[in-house]
């Protein structure tokens, strides 16, 4: 499945680059893979292979609206068609991270409970770039999971400074003290 997910990844990036909107397409995907990590419903929804592909394509319009461009709803009515909706999530990120790459950086992701300010993202990005020796486009995603604090990921390193992570902790020390 990697060399399938790598292969729409590849053919997204190639598409996005030609048409000259690879930022704005990558921005669009990264927006529409959260909707679908977010809302099981969704999810449920474009994966059912019960469900007519007329009544997804309306989904997807609803969903799209006249918010994303011509190219995105056309690359994702595509992925949806060939039956690939439970792989879309991983798509997107390996084109993000192929975008991220054609221009010499490694994508961050940060997660947190409330939404950040660009002064705060900038900073953590900073951070994360020392502490990772990459220069990073950061990615921010509002995760009420987190409770409070961030967690943040470039590559398989996770930092996690999460409260949710401190509670459990100290419910394990609980536990075994």
């Known amino acids: 499945m990697a060399n399938r997910t790598e292969g729409y990844a590849q053919a997204l990036f190639e598409l996005a ?12 995907l990264f927006a529409i893979s959260r909707a679908l990590t977010d809302s099981s419903e969704l999810r449920d929804a474009l994966t059912n292979p019960q ?3 007329d009544r997804k394509q309306s989904i997807i ?4 609206g006249g918010r994303a461009s011509d190219l995105v709803r056309n690359l ?19 084109f993000i991270e192929r975008a991220a790459a054609s221009r010499s950086r490694a994508v961050a992701e940060i997660r947190s409970a409330v939404p950040l300010d660009s002064s705060t993202v900038d900073r953590l990005a ?7 020796g990459k220069k990073l486009e950061v990615k921010t995603i509002v995760d009420p999971s987190v409770i409070g604090g961030v967690v943040a990921q470039v590559g398989d390193v996770v930092i996690d400074g999460s409260v949710a992570r401190r509670l459990s902790a100290l419910r394990q020390t609980l536990k075994t003290g």
């Open 17 to 28: 680059s030609a048409e000259g909107a690879l930022e704005a397409t990558e921005r669009d």
């Open 61 to 64: 319009d609803d969903l799209l």
């Open 126 to 132: 900073a951070a994360l770039s020392k502490a990772t």
């Open 51 to 53: 469900l007519p592909m």
């Open 76 to 94: 994702v009515s595509f992925i949806i068609g060939q039956g690939r909706a439970s792989e879309f999530t991983d798509i997107v990120e390996a």
